[in-house]
């Protein structure tokens, strides 16, 4: 009995950290994003075009793009990470957030087959590295929510 209760408490911990995991890369994938949207701001401005006003409407629709995927991405960042972190606390909590993290989890683990060409440009390698780094760090945050969550759920019996 001890041990099924530290063990389930060793989950608790995990399920606890994963969660706060997935919001802190949920929020670090919004202002990598941010940060190569306004250090690359050529590549989507036509640099013929010098009326300001096409200029500054591109800039208007790209941002509300952006701003748009932003909130939808970091809402499910925090829809999981926070349902994990009430689940592993032993509160109430939605458990469609063990779903979602499957599938983000599996779309995460796909969208890293991408990197295998961005690797053949050496000018970019060690971005492309760094952004490899977090997109693999992120994937484990996922897969530790959904592994804690059926170990948590397979000791306590529930189904």
């Keep these: 009995m ?85 689940a592993a606390r ?6 469609g957030y063990y779903i979602a993290a499957i599938i983000i989890c599996v779309l995460s683990v796909l969208s890293l087959g991408s990197y295998i060409t961005a690797l053949q440009d050496l000018e970019k390698l060690d971005t492309t590295l760094a952004s490899l780094l977090v997109d693999i760090t992120t994937t484990y945050f996922f897969i530790g929510v959904i592994l804690s969550t059926v170990r948590i759920k397979r000791i306590k019996g529930e189904s």
Excluded: C
């Design 90 to 95: 032993g509160k109430e909590y939605k458990g």
């Design 2 to 86: 001890n041990t099924e209760k530290a063990e389930l408490r060793k989950y608790e911990d995990d399920l606890n950290v994963s969660g706060m995991g997935v919001i802190i890369m949920g929020a670090w994938s919004i202002v990598r994003v941010l940060i190569g949207l306004f250090m690359n701001t050529k590549d989507f401005l036509n640099p013929d075009d010098e009326d300001p006003q096409s200029i500054m409407f591109v800039m208007i629709i790209v941002i509300a793009i952006v701003a748009i995927i932003s909130v939808l991405v970091m809402s499910v960042h925090l829809y999981i990470g926070l349902n994990a972190i009430r």
